[in-house]
């Protein structure tokens, strides 16, 4: 009998464990944390789940949130400019799911084990783990691992943080309509976001900055909440009232807080794409998904899409596969993986850069138009085909066109390195 040996304890490595349990494939999750560690410790992400990742898990029977606190519904998006500001309000459908991973993980992998699933907690060579199974599968970011599988520069076109983030948990902010998202984007400066998020507290709140290195955002990236937690606060408002006033104003100064010390998180995060796959010293072979292969910086929210999207292509990979999981397995799954992902980073990193003229003029339509602002916020669940849409002039003028008219666009064929918003 198959027996896969994941190393991980991520939205990747746990979809790829309940999925091959499914296909009858015995696995073991190895993890460093048992289930109530994962309900402990600070935030590391504040992920959102679009759609398709929401069906993945129903189809893995673990979906648990569908409830108004945990679900986006709106987003209002605010390009500032030299001149005056280009906004708009548009419905997310269906809705995304806004679920803390400290609630997330444990539930599924809880689900795993009880459903005869192995969950080792330890820390075991690599090489050892290899040798217990047919394919070990490395779904763990952590820096140790990832040296496993070294980075690809002519796929990671930056090899320093784009942004620096300082994400924390809070009360005290309103909405300006239920269950919605707020970002405002400033070019050269980084983005500010709002997102409602459900948190071991219950419902709270996600603001987040996202600094361009060395712009006047990256200095609370650099505060200890903990050491002085009114002046951090005091520092944020600052922030939210001198870039996004209209976000300020539905703050309440009395009730603005941490929901608890230590809900922040904050750093750089450099986006890069590591080889797919790695040959250990007795010759076995470990293929890389989620963060051991792969970190977007988490301004278009894909990462756990990806890692889901990528844990039920790696199932279906596995359980049709004809011959050993050999090298020539690891190196030919990593290849057809990739054929969904480059599509993700390349989309993820133009967010990173000044948008092209014609990406702004995207942003006009849609603040002139409300079918083009739904259209292009409800194209957040399918990156790929977004990633089309924007990636040229004629992408954009293409979808405008199709949302005006009512008819679905199909977006244009994208080749290896299509011209995108990404400039310079």
Not at 226 to 231: Q, R
Request: proline share 8%.
């Amino acid at each position: 009998m198959t027996s896969v040996g994941i190393i991980g304890s991520g939205i990747s490595g746990a979809q790829l464990a309940l999925r091959l349990q499914q296909l009858g494939i015995a696995a073991t999750v190895y993890s460093t944390q048992d289930i109530d560690q994962l309900k402990s410790g600070r935030p590391r992400n504040f992920p959102a789940r679009f759609a398709p990742t929401q069906e993945r898990e129903r189809r893995l029977g673990v979906s648990a949130w569908d409830f108004p606190d945990a679900q986006v519904h709106h987003w209002s998006l605010t390009m500032h400019t030299d001149g005056p500001a280009l906004a708009f309000p548009a419905r997310l459908a269906p809705p995304s799911s806004v679920v803390d991973f400290r609630l997330y993980l444990p539930h599924l992998l809880g689900e795993f084990v009880a459903r005869g699933g192995t969950l080792d907690v330890g820390e075991p060579a690599v090489e050892d783990i290899a040798r217990r199974h047919d394919l070990t599968v490395v779904a763990n970011g952590s820096r140790s691992l990832r040296e496993l599988f070294p980075p690809m520069p002519e796929r990671s076109p930056h090899t320093t943080p784009q942004r620096i983030l300082c994400s924390g948990l809070y009360f005290g902010i309103d909405e300006a309509v239920p269950h919605s998202l707020d970002i405002h984007f400033l070019p050269g400066i980084g983005e500010i976001l709002r997102l409602p998020f459900f948190s071991p507290a219950g419902r709270a709140d996600v603001l987040a900055f996202e600094a361009v290195p060395g712009s006047p955002l990256e200095s609370v990236s650099h505060l200890d909440a903990d050491v002085d937690p009114g002046a951090f606060h005091r520092a944020v408002l600052d922030l939210v009232a001198t870039y996004a006033p209209s976000l300020r104003e539905r703050i309440d100064t009395g009730d603005f807080a941490l929901i608890s010390p230590g809900e922040v998180a904050q750093g750089g995060i450099t986006p890069v794409v590591r080889r797919g796959w790695a040959r250990l010293a007795d010759g076995r072979c470990a293929l890389a998904i989620g963060d051991a292969w792969i970190t977007n910086d988490p301004l278009t929210a894909q990462g756990a899409n990806l890692g889901s999207h990528t844990a039920f292509a790696l199932a279906e990979l596995i359980s049709t596969a004809r011959g050993p999981y050999d090298e020539e397995f690891c190196r030919s799954a990593s290849a057809a993986l990739w054929e969904h992902a480059r599509h993700v980073v390349e989309w993820s990193n133009a967010f990173l850069d000044a948008p092209a003229p014609h990406v702004t003029a995207l942003f006009a339509q849609a603040a002139a138009d409300r079918r083009v602002a739904d259209a292009f916020v409800s194209g957040f669940h399918d990156p790929v085909a977004m990633w089309r849409t924007l990636s040229s002039e004629e992408g954009v003028a293409s979808f405008v066109a199709a949302c005006r008219s009512g008819t679905p666009a199909e977006p244009s064929p994208v080749g290896p390195h299509p011209t995108g918003p990404r400039q310079g």
